[in-house]
């Protein structure tokens, strides 16, 4: 709004979710939660592996959404004019969410078998949970009609396509 009011220029604040997809940072030790699980579980089917074990109890619930609805979601919010986004936003930043969360151990299970590994989930309370719940609320980007196209499952299964054929083939 300072910089709209400062200088005329018309600009646009989207406060994304959690997200994921295509491009990915998939190592173990600096990435994010949908990422490190679809490498661990991935390698614990290549080495054919009992159990794989996710940091935490698995009750924490997030919400995620993929980059791709994330793009369309921004497009929409540019194509608002001044007065659309002021009447439907009102506010300086839109969130950018799906409005659905789910736990970690659910996620987990899901990624399991996105991956196809048949091994065990083993959670490991000892490691830190984080915050119990990140969920935002959407409502003023859903009133312009928006809405994801993805859901998770169609979402990972996109992102481990991409995952085999390029970071697999980068490790």
Not at 11 to 29: I, K, S
Not at 36 to 54: C, G, I
Not at 128 to 151: E, F, H, I
């Amino acid at each position: 709004d300072a910089y709209h009011r400062q200088h005329g220029r018309d600009f646009r604040a989207a406060m994304p979710t959690n997200l994921y997809g295509p491009g990915d940072n998939f190592d173990l030790a600096s990435s994010h939660v949908i990422p490190a699980l679809m490498r661990k579980f991935h390698e614990a089917k290549l080495k054919q592996a009992p159990t794989a074990t996710v940091w935490g109890s698995g009750s924490p619930r997030r919400e995620f959404l993929h980059v791709d609805d994330v793009a369309d979601a921004c497009l929409r919010l540019m194509a608002l004019s001044r007065a659309e986004w002021d009447a439907r936003i009102g506010l300086p930043l839109c969130n950018v969410g799906c409005g659905e969360d789910q736990s970690i151990r659910d996620l987990a299970h899901l990624i399991q078998r996105v991956v196809g590994f048949e091994g065990g989930i083993e959670f490991d309370s000892n490691k830190p949970d984080g915050s119990p719940r990140k969920l935002m609320d959407s409502t003023r980007l859903w009133q312009t009609g928006w809405r994801p196209k993805l859901s998770l499952e169609e979402g990972l299964r996109s992102t481990y396509a991409w995952f085999k054929e390029n970071a697999v083939a980068q490790a």
